[in-house]
Structure formats: C-alpha cells, structure tokens
T-cell receptor
C-alpha cells in the first residue's frame, strides 16, 4: 500500500535555487495539502487543493507555488529558495476536507 | 498554531506509567484529530473525535473531547517504549477554508 509518496526525501539547496517537491497519492482522494513543520511550531499549511483543478493559499504561502497536475499529483515549487524555507515538508491527502488525513514521509529541505 | 495549544511540550515517563496530553482551543472545534509522529517519519492517524463528550480508545490509548468541544485529552495507560514519539492534535476550526490547524506537538519519551 503506497498511500502518499513524496520525493525527494532529502534536499540541500543554495539560496536562490529553485526546486519542485513532488507528491502523489493512490487512494483516489479529492483533497491534497502541503504543510511545513518547524521546531516548536507544529505543522503550518502552505497550500491546499480541495479538489482537482482548484488550489488555495494556506497560512504561510509566500515564496511557494503549487500545481494540482491531476487527481493523483500535487507539487510544491520554490522559485527562489531562502534559508527561512529550511524545514520539513509534508504532503497529505483526504477523501474530502476534512476527514482522516494520510501523510507522506516528508521531505527534509535545507537551504544554505 | 496559537489557536490550538498543546501541553506539555515534552514528557518523560518511566515505562508502565500513565500519562495525559492536552489540546485546548478558545473556539469550538468541528473535529479533533490525534496523530503520532516518529522522528524522521510522517504522521500516523490515531483517532478522530467530532461529538461533544465523545471518547474513543485503541489499545492503550484513549482520547476524549469535552462537552464544549474546546478541549481534548489523550491518555496512555501503562506506557511502553513503542509509545515514544511526537503527538500532535489537529482541529477543524470551521470557516470557509476548512483547513486543519495543528498544535505544536508533545514529545514523549518512555524510559525502559
């Protein structure tokens, strides 16, 4: 059972570089989410997609863009990485907002 | 998130002891979710509570939502080293966005 798959698991970027975090779910879920987790701050919502074709800003969207490529895939892009974006990023999916969420294993991103 | 206060921030207990983690909001919660996270891994869903006064148990873990739906507790009976990890509460705070807001987490260590 794959569930929610995130790639890559680890990444180091230099300030100003760009990258895309990939997320795919195989549970036929309608809604997908991107969170970041920082020490002492819990998880904060970056962007979410309630259904295919829609995306909305969460609590901390600045510096990020997202694409809901299809029902399975939801990507997060950092156009110009900054040290403040050093964090652990989690993708999650739910059948509909908000039911039981399934989380990916996380991407540990360091921006130097 | 300051909207959802979790306490304590960390907890160290001897194996076999009982413990309680609390999650408090100043607003009425439409749904309260408990997750467990092991270091370097994603979040694992434990339980969801939706009704005031609701209580659910799974193995040695019991979660309750108070009648006002503003506070939840997670109680572990006879703790084991396998219970160690970070426990996070997440809540549906309502509103048009229907986002899930998370507490900052409780780091649980169980000493053998």
């Amino acid at each position: 059972n794959a569930g929610v798959t995130q790639t890559p698991k680890f990444q180091v970027l230099k300030t100003g570089q760009s990258m895309t975090l990939q997320c795919a779910q195989d549970m036929n879920h309608n809604s997908m989410y991107w969170y970041r987790q920082d020490p002492g701050m819990g998880l904060r919502l970056i962007y979410y997609s309630a259904s295919e074709g829609t995306t909305d800003k969460g609590e901390v969207p600045n510096g990020y863009n997202v694409s809901r490529l299809n029902k399975r895939e939801f990507s997060l892009r950092l156009e110009s990485a900054a040290p403040s974006q050093t964090s652990v990023y989690f993708c999650a999916s739910t059948r509909v907002p908000w039911t039981e969420a399934f989380f990916g294993q996380g991407t540990r991103l360091t921006v130097v | 998130s300051q909207e959802l206060e979790q306490s304590p921030q960390s907890l160290i207990v001897q194996e076999g002891k009982n413990l309680t983690i609390n999650c408090t909001s100043s607003k009425t919660l439409y749904g309260l979710y408990w997750y467990k996270q092991k270091y370097g891994e994603g979040l694992i869903f434990l339980m969801m509570l939706q009704k005031g006064g609701e209580e659910k148990s799974h193995e040695k873990i019991t979660a309750k939502l108070d009648e006002k739906k503003q506070q939840s507790s997670l109680h572990i009976t006879a703790s084991q080293p396998s219970h160690a990890g970070i426990y996070l509460c997440g809540a549906d705070m309502g509103g048009s966005a229907r986002q899930l807001t998370f507490g900052s987490g409780t780091q649980l260590t169980v000493l053998p």
